[in-house]
């Protein structure tokens, strides 16, 4: 990891608000990679045959590690989220620059007793986590190198549970096969990881098993997420198909109920979705029978249409005629004979089943008509 950020402003002096800002912030990502790598040098430690021998630096680096830490919060507080003035500022440097075994005046808290007799300032307590940690790393063969190796093998071994959770989602049939191929990337990874602690060089071998494990888990995931579609559409086909079938009977009673109410009558035949064959399973041919699906439920809704279109022309026709004797009354001609016979007329074809639509809508533009004239005629005997 990278070295401690360097303290700004020196004892005495008080630290610029800004340099403090951008101080804190480095130090903490600092102090939190520090003790990541602290944590995975003390798992180290503890597998290691030089544990006895490795334990009091250890103990140590931690130490450092938490004076640094509770000088760090110290700072915090004092820095109040930018909150600060010329004391504030004043205290910071006292922070950052004095003694980490003294109390700093002002501070709400006295340094810890990780560091009581060792006399170093924060950014000198830095310097030394730094080499303390560099120590461990030597002397447990830690190089850049063997810690990328490292991560990359516990990444591959995160990668192989997640084939292992994978794998258990495929279909009964192929299931076995896959787990097999899994545990035989598994195992390998094993075999490095043991090479790796006898010293030996991984480094060809390990990036084709990393290959080979993103590829497997690439397609797992693809073929589960086709199978996850395949799935969902196979229940809207079912549900759509359930859907045209009521539909069809809703729209057969429609249509007899049309034909036997008027005539003209539209002429389209309901589609017929036993016509369409079962559901199928596989992907390709679920798009294209959902396809065949929406036509027929696009053709139903003009079948629909026609069919209400002809029973409200109707109802349409009888309300007009109704307003039309209305407008007959008001005018004071609705007992006029030849008014009363056109309207027995009218109402007679309406009655009639099915209705001749065409026949009625005639009648009732006549009726109108002669509404309109006889009004027209009793209006100028008046005048």
Do not use: H
């Not at 620059?97 to 007793?113: E, K, N, Q, Y």
């Not at 994978?166 to 009964?172: K, N, S, V, W």
């Amino acid at each position: 990891m990278d070295s401690a950020p360097a303290a700004p402003g020196r004892m005495g002096i008080p630290v610029e608000v800004q340099e403090a800002m951008t101080y804190l912030g480095r130090l903490g990502a600092w102090i939190t990679q520090r003790r990541l790598e602290l944590d995975e040098l003390d798992a180290m430690i503890l597998a290691s045959p030089d544990r006895a021998a490795l334990t009091n630096d250890m103990m140590l680096s931690l130490s450092v590690w938490q004076a640094i830490k509770t000088r760090y919060d110290l700072l915090l507080v004092t820095w109040d989220s930018g909150r600060v003035g010329p004391t504030e500022r004043e205290r910071l440097s006292a922070l950052i620059w004095g003694r980490l075994d003294d109390a700093v005046p002002g501070s709400p808290t006295s340094a810890p007793a990780a560091l009581s007799g060792l006399s170093v300032s924060l950014p000198e307590a830095c310097r030394l986590s730094d080499a303390l940690a560099g120590q461990l790393r030597s002397r447990l063969n830690r190089s850049p190198q063997n810690d990328q190796l490292t991560a990359r093998l516990r990444d591959l071994r995160a990668q192989v549970e997640r084939l292992r959770d994978q794998a258990r989602l495929e279909p009964p049939v192929s299931q076995p096969t896959v787990l097999t191929q899994v545990e035989d990337i598994s195992a390998r990874t094993e075999d490095l990881a043991s090479r790796a602690d006898r010293g030996g060089d991984i480094g060809g071998l390990l990036g084709p098993l990393e290959i080979r494990a993103a590829t497997m888990e690439r397609d797992l995931i693809v073929g589960n997420t086709k199978r996850r579609q395949a799935q969902d559409k196979l229940a809207r086909a079912r549900e759509l198909r359930a859907s045209l079938e009521r539909r069809k009977t809703e729209l057969s009673g429609l249509v007899a109920e049309a034909v036997g109410s008027v005539t003209p009558a539209p002429k389209y035949a309901v589609p017929n979705v036993d016509a369409l064959g079962p559901v199928p399973s596989s992907l390709s041919e679920l798009d294209a029978y959902l396809g065949r699906l929406g036509a027929v439920s696009r053709a139903m809704q003009v079948v629909q249409d026609a069919y209400s279109k002809a029973l409200n022309d109707r109802t349409a026709l009888a309300a007009r005629f109704e307003e039309e004797v209305s407008t007959a009354r008001g005018a004071g001609v609705a007992d006029d004979p030849d008014v009363t016979a056109l309207a027995r007329v009218v109402a007679a074809f309406l009655a009639r089943r099915p209705t001749p639509t065409q026949v009625v809508a005639s009648l009732v533009d006549t009726y109108a008509a002669a509404v309109r004239t006889l009004a027209a005629a009793e209006e100028g005997g008046r005048a």
